[in-house]
């Protein structure tokens, strides 16, 4: 059984959400994985972005819904 090769290319950094003491990174960045189309990715990466952690992958259909929701979660004055 052959191991199939993963690529990424980060096709537009957007923010850098954290960092820690040993330099690994949480991102949200427009991803395209294996030469698919662009998606909306955060996750973790290691210094140098030699590697990532596990994360999530976004369509723009999605990512909008995900913004909409925050919208609402932030803007909701019955918080405490």
Known sequence: MTEKSITCEIMKPI???SENEKGYTKEINLVSWNGADPKLDIRN???????????????????RILMES???VFNDDTDE
Do not use: F, M, T
């Not at 290691?46 to 999605?62: N, T, V, W, Y």
């Open 15 to 17: 923010a850098v959400l």
């Open 70 to 72: 925050l919208k609402k």
């Open 45 to 63: 990466w290691h210094p140098g972005r030699e590697k990532s952690g596990k994360g999530i992958a976004l369509s723009k259909d999605e990512a």
